[in-house]
């Protein structure tokens, strides 16, 4: 996992609700994308990857055609046109290296786990060192908000692409409810389609043993955050990291494509809820 705003976000989320009352915030949304680098996020697609012999591309016209642009604004508008467009425009974004604003991690291991174990800590865990499925040690902010907040067991959830996120959102097991993987969704009586979600996912050929798609993650946690309304909710998508390991340059730009798709129809979601309208954070 790169370094993307790490540290960043745990700022946020903990400011976010030092201000309550003066940002009217009583709901939050934490969203993290797994191995998206600044580059792509900052500039847009990389030309030197673009290629079949770096990038993996398979066809690197139509690929080149849908991402690439002459100029750097428009290359990364073309890859993330939301975040672009409107994010930008209700927020603070950090993290441009070429203009000198650095987000780092304060762990050394810069792998996968110890940054979210950072993330959602507020710190470096030094008992984190690898990926290995090992609760994490500390109370995390999605734990303590369900806490100090006093939220019921479907008011703080986070749905996960990577099946290790059960042991990193929580010291302790179960606290916070967690869907990661390809387990399928328990949630008392099921609507149709987290039924439907749970059959898909059961029996779609599967790219990785440890990480199912993103859009069953994003779809079974839509369903959830309709059913529930839950007041602090995180998506941990990875499909973007899993595709650079595969070596797969096109299809990490179409994974981050879909996220930025994603965030749009949550942001519209909300905006369009009594509940969340006005009163969210992202």
């Not at 209700?90 to 441009?96: A, D």
């Not at 710190?123 to 609760?135: G, M, R, S, Y």
Request: a neutral charge; glycine letters at 6%; aromatic letters at 14%.
């Amino acid at each position: 996992m790169k370094t993307f705003l790490l540290g960043f976000l745990m700022a946020t989320l903990l400011s976010t609700f030092a201000v309550v009352g003066q940002n009217k915030t009583e709901n939050l949304f934490l969203i993290t994308v797994d191995g998206l680098r600044w580059n792509e996020v900052f500039t847009g697609a990389d030309r030197q990857l673009l290629n079949t012999d770096r990038g993996g591309v398979k066809d690197t016209l139509g690929v080149r055609d849908k991402f690439w642009r002459d100029s750097v604004n428009t290359r990364r508008k073309a890859l993330m046109p939301f975040f672009w467009t409107t994010l930008v425009k209700e927020g603070v974004v950090y993290g441009n290296r070429n203009l000198g604003s650095e987000a780092n991690v304060t762990n050394e291991i810069r792998i996968s786990y110890p940054g979210y174990a950072e993330i959602l800590t507020g710190c470096a865990q030094p008992e984190i060192t690898t990926n290995e499925k090992k609760q994490i040690p500390a109370v995390t902010i999605l734990e303590f908000l369900k806490n100090e907040l006093n939220l019921s067991a479907t008011k703080v959830a986070a749905f996960a692409s990577w099946d290790l996120y059960p042991y990193a959102v929580s010291q302790k097991p179960g606290a916070v409810y967690c869907n990661a993987g390809y387990v399928p969704v328990e949630d008392g009586e099921l609507t149709h389609l987290q039924s439907f979600l749970n059959v898909v996912q059961d029996e779609i050929p599967r790219q990785w043993r440890t990480v199912r798609y993103d859009a069953l993650t994003y779809h079974q946690g839509m369903e959830f955050i309709k059913k529930h309304k839950p007041r602090v909710f995180y998506f941990a998508f990875g499909e973007t990291d899993d595709w650079a390991h595969d070596k797969r340059y096109d299809n990490v730009l179409e994974a981050a494509h879909r996220v930025d798709k994603y965030l749009k129809e949550l942001w519209q979601f909300v905006s369009s809820d009594s509940q969340y309208s006005g009163k969210t954070s992202f």
